[in-house]
């Protein structure tokens, strides 16, 4: 089928879902956003559009609000095969209520209360309309989203403590309560975690995040698209690429301006590097968590090594900086294309070597296997990406499935598990090693000569879009929208994060305490991209 004949097809569902709401009387203004389908609907249909989409298996995707005086506009991001759908309503900012769409999809569940908590919109009969991001950091009538909140907001000179969330509780006999964090043992960031438990089971593990909430979205205001790359950059550091790729993309898209092809892959061997590190640093972590000291080591030199070569190759061991609007600060000599070529080699023949000390391990295997099980029902229900999903059979990848430059000139397969226990994670994560290391050498032998950079254009005022990219967790969806001075008036980045933290919640129940910290290890969400 050719990528005509497979675009038609895509827009099938489209053309019959809009049948079908127009049937039950919905009234849909349709319009395009760059490279998806806008359609704005009356805030009364809001959930009901949510229950037809769900029959429809759209996949609930992303949402966000933004003040435009006197309403908010706010946005719920869907996919179906690869074709993603921007549904978008408004409400007055005297009464900014909406019904909610997260007792059908409980991933809207928390960017809901992220936007009730961030700008005061109501949505009415949430299943949990508890605060989320709230942590006593401003007054209880204060949002930092709106307009009149100031940046620096209003300092306390100690924040007071947050000491009456309302955690779930469970009650019977034996049963006994454990709370973790949210500072740990480590350098990791904070979280906390509430467990119930009767003997070493786990009955219930709620989460509470937000402790590195950092006011990204509103630090992005009045920032030029340079500025805004560099903190895009740094919303979760060990996916710099990503997010700045997604932020370029949604920028670019905005302006009107297509990169250079030179520089796309380049673009794409930055990413697929980012996500062999950070793929082999979770394997050796996960199995450090159950005590096999040597594998932690291991895959701990082969990433380290992974790093030094990226400080060679582009100037940083974690890729900051080096995409720029418009395409990417430097490109790969011959020689050090060559020398990335034996690199590759040479890793692929060192795990060939370690992977059996995994796969032979006893020990381990009783470790890892059945633990922290996510049914495919489950993390379909969620919409779980990335490893997390694909390891409970959720058959979706940016890359493939919405191709962008180089993704739609490479060919590579999609690595998929369905056990979805915390071995399916690890061997995700080393199927997806080798797929990169493919796509490496794929763009490495394709990789054009040229220009790496093309002159920005400012986009004109209002001019918005959504950027995409197949992070290293998965999904990364970015929105912005410009200004008439090429500033930046909306920001909002969804980290995987986002969408994977609350089956933590799920993958824990019925194992044992100490397996909690390989079960979370396995799924590595990540507080930054989550806090924002």
Known sequence: MSQDEISQEKLKWPINFKAQLQQVGIQIEVSSLS???????????????????????????????????????VNALFE??????????????????????????????RSERHSQDLLGIDFSDHPDNRPWLRHKAWGKNQYPLRDDFPLMGAANE????????????????????????????????????????????????EERLGYVHKGIEKLAVNKTPEQLLRLAARVSGDSTVAHAWAACRAMEQAAEISIPECAAFIRGILLERERIANHLGDIGAICNDVGFAFAQMQFSRLRELCLRNNAHYFGHRLLMDCIVPGGVKNTLSDPDSQIMLAELKALKKELDEVLPALDLNSSLEDRLFTAGFLSEAT?????????????SGQDFDVRRDAPYPPYDQLNFKVAIENQGDVASRVWIRVKEIFASIKLLQQMLEQLPDGEIITDWQRPVENSEAVGIVEGWRGEIVTYVRFNKANQITRFY??????????????????????DFPVCNKSLNGSYSGHDL
């Open 80 to 109: 179906k095969q690869g074709l993603y759908l921007l549904l978008r309503t408004a409400t007055p900012e005297s009464k900014a209520c909406l019904p909610s769409q997260a007792s059908v999809y409980p991933a809207a569940n």
């Open 35 to 73: 490279t998806m389908i806008l359609w704005q609907i009356p805030a009364k249909y809001w959930r009901q559009f949510a229950e037809l989409a769900q029959q429809n298996t759209l996949r609930w995707v992303a949402g966000w609000a933004e003040q435009q005086s006197p309403r908010y506009l």
């Open 158 to 205: 100690i924040t007071p403590a947050d000491m009456d969330y309302q955690f779930v509780k469970a009650r019977g006999s034996g049963v006994y309560e454990i709370p973790v964090g949210p500072v740990h043992a480590g350098i990791i960031e904070p979280g906390h975690f509430r467990f119930q438990a009767v003997g070493e089971t786990i009955l219930n593990l």
């Open 379 to 391: 993390a379909f229900a969620f919409g779980t990406v990335g490893y997390v999903g694909r390891a």
């Open 493 to 514: 980045p969804r980290d995987p994060s986002v969408i994977n933290w609350p089956v933590l919640e799920k993958i824990v129940l019925n194992n044992i305490v100490p």
